[in-house]
């Protein structure tokens, strides 16, 4: 594990201009630095530097951090990787604690460092095979030739053959200085119940796959012979560098190129990706016939907003289309369908059609995902009312994966219009699956979920009916507080240790009022914590760059975007209208004493709508209400104080 004294040297020495640098061209504007954004295409510059404060930003995307966070998000390096990465950029020497723990760690990076090079001896073994051996040529280079690949394919993907024999890999390993136990802890070999080693890949192609750093991690293996009682495709199993449900098929090689073009096409198979690549359409990536994962979905939609399904034209390959792809909507990924002409594959219409008029094919066909999933659907279930229902919840239950409210909106009216039923009863059901959604699964994912439920409305049909005037205009109040919370958290990076009054900080003012209160965000409430704990033991602050290079990466994001969210005055108040308007610092008190109430306001309207769901279900079951009615009354009037207090009532 990696020093704190050893992060803090290497952050303070980094010149955040220099490092990004290396990747973008930036030219200097002022005090800060300018070029185009490497995580989308632009061609007017909206990618900011800002040395001062050791952040980026990017006005288009959306896109900021710091050094570390940059690095991880363009090389997809891990925090330590990144931090040693900065380490020999400016050559100094990383510090390792030594701890149990530490040296567990070490011993474990040897392991895995140990497979990485085996994976590598085994690639080139694969490789050598396929291309030097006669069983190698007559069987596997004559199959890939079949299928129309050429040579630079080939190696680009590291493709190979194993040959058909008991134990030749393990042979060649062992030779090479690696144990049995390695090879097997690598996956490449396994035991008989004879205890006799053997190779798990004879007699098959190889297909390499790589992490994101470009080392091999595993293989995927077809057999060629027509033997129905032999698997026809075997992976490598799960092992200490290899996770089944982390990567994709040729995600390494089409990294770039998704970026780039800001969409990714995802098929099946490993030729029908090989051919596409080779027809000059590099974005694509297989899923090789398995679930997608919401690891895969994530890493996607790091890189892309957009995901293109092309799978078989018969009806498999459209129910192949249809699996999975509410994780991809989970994700906020943006997806469409690209269906083939029955009895063809991705390989097999490209070559038909030839590069140009299967690229054209592609662009002409793509089709959005819940409108191919609807007319699928209305097609199967016909005039049976039955059928209709069971479609609607299943269309329900997928725009219910869908976070945007705006997304989720369309799609409840332009399907309501194409099944015929009432908008208002399907975005019932689209809610009551949200909340279905919400009170299942890990405890982090089901607040997630909660939290951004719609606010209940009479016309969805999903609030019991209150009192029209118990919350006045703050009825349609969402009751998430995690504006205000930003807000709170923003005044802390940027201003925590500036006095505001009778030599209170800022930073004093919110951890006294704030300290014992309930956090909705759990990424801000560590922020604050880590302000409380520092200001309760002796009265300091942390540095806003241990901020942005916290272990946790949602934390080091959100704290580098409200590090650097700036509210700007334009000059026309002042040189047009004549209007004085004080300055962010002159301010200061305001902001703080408004931010803090804003957040009490919220957690008040929360408890009042709270008590009056109470009140009704007490009402509902014959029971009296005193003390609620009680609290109710202490509630209202707490909320009527903060409102003359804000001079407003608060709503989302």
């Not at 949602?554 to 209007?579: D, G, M, P, T």
């Not at 803090?596 to 408890?607: A, D, E, P, S």
């Not at 209202?636 to 104080?641: R, T």
Request: with cysteine; net charge negative.
């Amino acid at each position: 594990m990696i020093t704190r004294s050893s992060i803090n040297q290497i952050m303070e020495s980094v010149r955040l201009e220099e490092v990004i640098g290396e990747f973008v061209t930036l030219k200097k504007k002022g005090t800060n630095w300018i070029g185009n954004c490497p995580f989308h295409q632009e061609k007017t510059p909206s990618f900011v530097v800002t040395p001062a404060k050791n952040l980026y930003k990017c006005f288009g995307c959306g896109a900021s951090g710091n050094a570390v966070g940059f690095l991880m998000d363009h090389d997809h390096l891990s925090y330590p990787d990144a931090i040693r990465w900065l380490a020999g950029r400016y050559n100094i020497i990383v510090e390792e604690e030594i701890s149990a723990d530490s040296e567990a760690e070490r011993v474990r990076k040897s392991e895995r460092d140990r497979l990485y090079d085996l994976h590598e001896l085994a690639g080139a073994f694969y490789r050598r095979l396929l291309h030097d051996s006669e069983e190698g040529q007559a069987i596997g280079l004559s199959y890939f030739r079949e299928r129309g690949l050429a040579p630079d394919t080939m190696n680009a993907f590291g493709l190979g053959y194993s040959r058909d024999a008991r134990d030749a890999f393990l042979r060649m390993a062992t030779e090479a200085g690696y144990s049995e136990e390695e090879t097997t802890a690598a996956g490449l070999t396994a035991r008989n119940e004879q205890g006799q080693g053997f190779d798990r890949f004879r007699g098959r192609v190889m297909f390499p796959f790589y992490n994101l750093s470009g080392k091999i991690i595993a293989f995927g293996a077809r057999s060629l012979r027509n033997d129905k009682k032999e698997a026809k495709y075997l992976n490598s199993p799960e092992t200490l560098i290899y996770s089944k449900g982390d990567g994709l098929y040729g995600l390494f090689q089409a990294r770039k190129a998704i970026q780039k073009k800001e969409n990714t096409y995802l098929v099946e198979g490993y030729i029908d990706l090989l051919t596409l690549v080779q027809s000059g359409i590099e974005e694509v990536v297989a899923s090789s016939g398995t679930a997608l994962t919401q690891r895969q979905a994530r890493l996607l939609g790091r890189l892309t907003p957009r995901v293109t399904l092309v799978y078989d034209g018969d009806e498999a390959g459209q129910k192949a289309a249809i699996r999975g792809v509410d994780i991809l909507l989970e994700a906020d990924l943006n997806v469409f369908v690209v269906t083939l002409p029955e009895g063809e594959d991705p390989d097999s219409y490209c070559r038909k059609l030839g590069t140009g008029a299967f690229q054209a094919y592609l662009q002409e066909e793509a089709r959005d995902f819940l409108r191919f999933k609807t007319e699928m659907l209305i097609s199967e279930s016909g005039d049976d009312p039955l059928k209709k229902a069971e479609m609607l919840r299943d269309l329900a239950g997928t725009i219910a994966c869908i976070s945007d409210p705006l997304k989720r909106s369309t799609y409840c009216t332009d399907i309501a219009a194409r099944t015929g039923v009432a908008e208002s009863v399907f975005v019932d059901a689209v809610n009551r699956a949200r909340i279905t959604k919400a009170t299942q699964g890990r405890p982090d994912d089901r607040r997630a979920a909660l939290d951004s439920l719609p606010t209940p409305t009479t016309t969805s049909g999903t609030e019991p009916d209150l009192p029209d005037t118990a919350l006045g205009n703050d009825r349609q109040t969402l009751l998430s507080d995690e504006h205000q919370e930003e807000d709170v958290i923003r005044l802390l990076l940027q201003s925590a240790t500036h006095e505001v009054r009778d030599g209170r900080s800022v930073v004093g003012m919110v951890v006294d009022t704030l300290d014992e209160v309930n956090w909705d965000n759990p990424f801000l409430e560590i922020i604050f914590r880590c302000y409380e704990e520092r200001w309760k033991r002796d009265r300091s602050c942390p540095a806003t760059y241990e901020l942005l290079n916290h272990p946790d990466e949602s934390v080091r994001k959100l704290a580098a975007r409200l590090a650097s969210k700036q509210y700007n005055i334009s000059r026309h108040w002042s040189e047009k209208f004549q209007i004085e308007v004080p300055l962010p610092e002159d301010r200061l008190l305001e902001d703080v004493l408004n931010a803090l109430n804003r957040v009490n306001m919220k957690k008040v309207i929360r408890l009042m709508h709270e008590t009056l769901q109470e009140m009704k279900q007490a009402t509902d079951s014959g029971l009296e209400t005193p003390e609620i009615l009680e609290n109710f009354v202490i509630y209202k009037e707490m909320h009527s104080n903060l409102s003359r207090t804000l001079g407003t009532v608060v709503s989302h």
